[in-house]
C-alpha cells in the first residue's frame, strides 16, 4: 500500500502525520509513505533532517489577512493544487491522509479529484474550515475528542484519539516521592506570556510551594531570562530552551502547565498527568478553551485564565495541588483513563481497510 501524508506547519499538524505514518510501516514495513508540507512550516526542516521522503508546496493561509495577501493566497492554493495532482500521478497512493495545516486541503482536493480514497484527520474539538468542508467528501474523518463529532457527517466519523508519536513512561506514583515533579511547557517557540506568569506565580508563592522538582521549557528566546529570574528567586529549576526527549519530560511529570493545543491535551492524557491548562486567549473561536474542557469535564484537569491577574491565578491553584496530594492524584488518574495510547495504530489500520476495498 502507499499513503500519501499531507500536513504541517506546526508541531500540532506535522507530528500526528508522522505518527500514523510510522504505524503504517509498523504494520508493514513494505508500505511505502510519502509527505507533503509547507516550503515554510516546520515540517520543511523536520522531514528532511530525518531523512523523510517528502514534497513541499509553496503555500499560506489566509484568515485574518488582508485583501491582497488573501488574492496571492489564492493563487498559490490553486499552483499547489495542480502541484499536488502532478504529485499524486508520479506516487499513485492507495490512499490519501490530511493531517490538516495549509498543505493538507490542496493534496486533499487534488485526491477527490484523482477519486483517490481520503482519511481526514481532526485534531481540535473545534473543526477547522477546510475540514469542515471537505470532510463531506473524504471516506473518513479520524476525530482526536469526540466534541468535534457534530461539524461532520455521522457516517465518516471515527473517534480515535490524536496519534501521538511516544509510548507513555510508567512513573512511580505521588506516594513513593519526596517532590512533586512539576513541567512547564513554555512553548517549543515560545510562549511569552505564559513564561512570565509562571515566574509571577513562584514570586507570589514564595515558601508556600516547596517540595517540587520544576523543569521548564522556555522556547529559545526565553530561556536565559527565565534561567536568571528562578536564580533571583532562589528557586531550584531545570531550564531548557526545548526538549529533545518529550516522552520521558511528559511522562515524569505529576502537574503539567500549558496551554492547551489538541496535542498537548491529548499527550497530557497519554502521560497521566494532571493539568493547569492556560488557554491561548487570543483565539477568537475559543480554540484552546475547548480543547482543555475535555480534560476539565472529566476532572483531570484545571483552566486558569491568561488575564492580567495569570500570576495570581496561577499561583493559587499551585499552592492548591501541591499541598493536596491526593486531588493531585485523582486528577492524574483520571487524565489516564481518556487517554488513547493507540491512536495512531487505529487511524493506520482504518487507512489499510480503505485502501484494500480499493484493490478489490
Same mark, same amino acid.
Not at 495542480?82 to 499513485?92: C, H, L, P, T, V
Not at 486541503?105 to 485526491?111: F, G, T
Not at 481532526?122 to 475540514?131: F, H, I, K, M, V
Not at 495512531?344 to 480499493?358: F, I, P, S
Given at each position: 500500500?502507499?499513503?500519501?501524508?499531507?500536513?504541517?506547519?506546526?508541531?500540532?499538524?506535522?507530528?500526528?502525520?508522522?505518527?500514523?505514518?510510522?504505524?503504517?510501516?509498523?504494520?508493514?514495513?513494505?508500505?511505502?509513505?510519502?509527505?507533503?508540507?509547507?516550503?515554510?512550516?516546520?515540517?520543511?526542516?523536520?522531514?528532511?533532517?530525518?531523512?523523510?521522503?517528502?514534497?513541499?508546496?509553496?503555500?499560506?493561509?489566509?484568515?485574518?489577512?488582508?485583501?491582497?495577501?488573501?488574492?496571492?493566497?489564492?493563487?498559490?492554493?490553486?499552483?499547489?493544487?495542480?502541484?499536488?495532482?502532478?504529485?499524486?500521478?508520479?506516487?499513485?497512493?492507495?490512499?490519501?491522509?490530511?493531517?490538516?495545516?495549509?498543505?493538507?486541503?490542496?493534496?486533499?482536493?487534488?485526491?477527490?479529484?484523482?477519486?483517490?480514497?481520503?482519511?481526514?484527520?481532526?485534531?481540535?474539538?473545534?473543526?477547522?474550515?477546510?475540514?469542515?468542508?471537505?470532510?463531506?467528501?473524504?471516506?473518513?474523518?479520524?476525530?482526536?475528542?469526540?466534541?468535534?463529532?457534530?461539524?461532520?457527517?455521522?457516517?465518516?466519523?471515527?473517534?480515535?484519539?490524536?496519534?501521538?508519536?511516544?509510548?507513555?513512561?510508567?512513573?512511580?506514583?505521588?506516594?513513593?516521592?519526596?517532590?512533586?515533579?512539576?513541567?512547564?511547557?513554555?512553548?517549543?517557540?515560545?510562549?511569552?506570556?505564559?513564561?512570565?506568569?509562571?515566574?509571577?506565580?513562584?514570586?507570589?508563592?514564595?515558601?508556600?510551594?516547596?517540595?517540587?522538582?520544576?523543569?521548564?521549557?522556555?522556547?529559545?528566546?526565553?530561556?536565559?531570562?527565565?534561567?536568571?529570574?528562578?536564580?533571583?528567586?532562589? *528557586?531550584? @529549576?531545570?531550564? /531548557?530552551?526545548?526538549?529533545?526527549?518529550? !516522552?520521558? $519530560?511528559?511522562?515524569? +511529570?505529576?502537574?503539567?502547565? %500549558?496551554?492547551?493545543?489538541?496535542?498537548?491535551?491529548?499527550?497530557?492524557?497519554?502521560?497521566?498527568?494532571?493539568?493547569?491548562?492556560?488557554?491561548?486567549?487570543?483565539?477568537?473561536?475559543?480554540?484552546?478553551?475547548?480543547?482543555?474542557?475535555?480534560?476539565?469535564?472529566?476532572?483531570?484537569?484545571?483552566?486558569?485564565?491568561?488575564?492580567?491577574?495569570?500570576?495570581?491565578?496561577?499561583?493559587?491553584?499551585?499552592?492548591?495541588?501541591?499541598?493536596? *496530594?491526593? @486531588?493531585?492524584? /485523582?486528577?492524574?488518574?483520571?487524565?489516564? !483513563?481518556? $487517554?488513547?495510547?493507540? +491512536?495512531?495504530?487505529?487511524? %493506520?489500520?482504518?487507512?489499510?481497510?480503505?485502501?484494500?476495498?480499493?484493490?478489490?
Amino acid at each position: 500500500m502507499k499513503a500519501l501524508i499531507a500536513g504541517g506547519g506546526t508541531g500540532g499538524h506535522l507530528f500526528p502525520a508522522v505518527a500514523v505514518g510510522e504505524a503504517l510501516l509498523r504494520l508493514d514495513p513494505t508500505h511505502e509513505v510519502t509527505y507533503v508540507g509547507a516550503s515554510n512550516g516546520l515540517e520543511a526542516r523536520w522531514l528532511p533532517a530525518h531523512h523523510l521522503p517528502h514534497h513541499l508546496l509553496q503555500i499560506r493561509g489566509w484568515t485574518g489577512k488582508g485583501p491582497l495577501t488573501r488574492a496571492r493566497a489564492l493563487k498559490e492554493f490553486a499552483i499547489a493544487v495542480a502541484r499536488s495532482r502532478k504529485i499524486i500521478d508520479q506516487f499513485r497512493p492507495t490512499v490519501v491522509i490530511g493531517a490538516g495545516g495549509y498543505a493538507s486541503a490542496p493534496v486533499a482536493l487534488a485526491a477527490l479529484l484523482r477519486r483517490i480514497p481520503l482519511v481526514l484527520l481532526e485534531q481540535n474539538t473545534r473543526a477547522g474550515l477546510a475540514n469542515r468542508l471537505l470532510g463531506r467528501f473524504a471516506q473518513k474523518v479520524c476525530l482526536g475528542f469526540a466534541e468535534a463529532a457534530p461539524f461532520f457527517p455521522p457516517s465518516k466519523v471515527v473517534v480515535t484519539g490524536n496519534p501521538i508519536r511516544f509510548e507513555p513512561c510508567r512513573h512511580q506514583p505521588l506516594k513513593g516521592r519526596d517532590q512533586t515533579q512539576i513541567l512547564v511547557l513554555g512553548g517549543s517557540s515560545g510562549a511569552h506570556r505564559l513564561n512570565l506568569g509562571i515566574l509571577n506565580a513562584f514570586r507570589i508563592c514564595g515558601n508556600n510551594v516547596i517540595d517540587c522538582a520544576l523543569v521548564h521549557q522556555t522556547g529559545e528566546a526565553d530561556a536565559e531570562m527565565v534561567a536568571g529570574e528562578y536564580r533571583a528567586l532562589e *528557586r531550584r @529549576a531545570t531550564v /531548557v530552551a526545548f526538549i529533545d526527549d518529550m !516522552a520521558r $519530560a511528559l511522562s515524569s +511529570a505529576d502537574l503539567i502547565i %500549558a496551554r492547551s493545543g489538541a496535542m498537548t491535551v491529548s499527550e497530557v492524557a497519554l502521560a497521566g498527568a494532571a493539568a493547569l491548562f492556560v488557554p491561548y486567549p487570543f483565539h477568537r473561536d475559543r480554540q484552546q478553551e475547548l480543547n482543555a474542557a475535555t480534560l476539565v469535564n472529566r476532572g483531570a484537569a484545571r483552566i486558569v485564565r491568561d488575564d492580567d491577574q495569570l500570576g495570581e491565578n496561577l499561583a493559587k491553584e499551585l499552592q492548591v495541588l501541591t499541598r493536596d *496530594r491526593a @486531588a493531585l492524584s /485523582v486528577m492524574r488518574a483520571r487524565a489516564a !483513563a481518556a $487517554a488513547k495510547p493507540h +491512536a495512531a495504530d487505529t487511524v %493506520a489500520r482504518l487507512c489499510v481497510e480503505l485502501g484494500q476495498g480499493t484493490r478489490q
